[in-house]
């Protein structure tokens, strides 16, 4: 296996680098960063300011609960112009997205689909993904763990 070298220094792998210097995002502001691709799944985040709709439904959440990820699915349903997509899909048929773009980020599930109306406010679901996720919001959540 060949291992790409450090281009500063020369000496260990990107790997070992990245390891070993952690990145610091404490004062970058994300608001405009696409995060659509990017697993934040092991990351120890805690955001500054409380998050935004916009914010975590661009980070891909990957697996969640049963819980989460129906009221996700529900959200998602609510805004899609045909949301008896949705009931078809979960019963084998094609994927409720053909022709639109989906709202949340997340790993579907099938198994779990009921219709009916999202149940959380957006504040607290916001707050639930990030307790779900481990990520800590300064002045309202914290990351399990790290004292303030």
Request: hydrophobic share 35%; net charge positive.
């Amino acid at each position: 296996m060949t291992q790409i070298k450090n281009r500063f220094t020369g000496k260990g792998s990107i790997r070992e680098v990245a390891e070993k210097n952690r990145a610091n995002f404490s004062m970058t502001n994300l608001s405009l960063v696409n995060l659509f691709k990017v697993s934040l799944s092991m990351a120890n985040l805690e955001f500054a300011w409380f998050p935004s709709i916009r914010l975590l439904s661009s980070i891909n959440l990957g697996d969640c609960s049963n819980e989460l990820t129906l009221e996700l699915m529900r959200r998602d349903a609510q805004a899609h112009p045909h949301p008896e997509r949705f009931d078809e899909w979960a019963k084998g048929g094609p994927c409720p997205y053909q022709n639109e773009e989906f709202f949340w980020n997340l790993r579907w599930r099938k198994d779990i689909w009921k219709p009916g109306t999202p149940q959380m406010r957006d504040s607290d679901l916001l707050l639930a993904i990030c307790k779900e996720k481990g990520w800590g919001i300064k002045g309202y959540l914290k990351i399990e763990g790290k004292g303030e």
